[in-house]
């Protein structure tokens, strides 16, 4: 059974809006390899509109291999949109979902293949909310943002995480790997 894997930036007082992160060779790098190794990669139609900007970045390269290199990797792996607004991707290895978003994950998590990534605050939520998330790869940055949209400010009801390793950047940003425990965390 693919594995459904939620994977976003966020600052460390939760905020994840796309520009107060901390770009850097390796962050572009890790995200990369992530898409390398997926099978396809949800979006809902706000973060796939931001996405397309790749698509310039692979017209005109950037210079930054780290940069290239994930347009490129953002490029190949095939997209699969959310969106009840949207009538056509405009990118080739992009589609929209015929499914509802729940139904459309239960049965990708059936077939064979890579993984399955999620790349958005909205349908994360909404898959942790249904117990739908394998596994969390959180890019914490090293900042306070103050105000902004909160990563898990939606979610229903209380999910302990097994932390299984993390990854420290140059920029001092932290990828924490977590599972989803059905155990409940020992009181003190």
Known sequence: MRKVIAAFNMTLD???DHTTGIPS???HQHY???LDHTGVILYGRTTYELMQFWKTVLQNPS???SIDDFAISIDKVPKLVFSTTLKDTNWKSAELS???LIEKVLELKHESGNDI???SRSLIVQLLNNNLIDELQICVHPIIEGKGLKLF???TKRIFLKLIKT???SSGSTVFYYEPSQEEQPKK
């Open 14 to 16: 939760g905020v994840c």
């Open 63 to 65: 210079g930054k291999k």
């Open 117 to 119: 990534a999620v790349g």
């Open 153 to 155: 400010d939606q979610i």
């Open 98 to 100: 015929n499914r509802p």
């Open 32 to 34: 990369a390899d992530l």
């Open 167 to 169: 990854k420290t950047l």
């Open 25 to 27: 060779e390796d962050l």
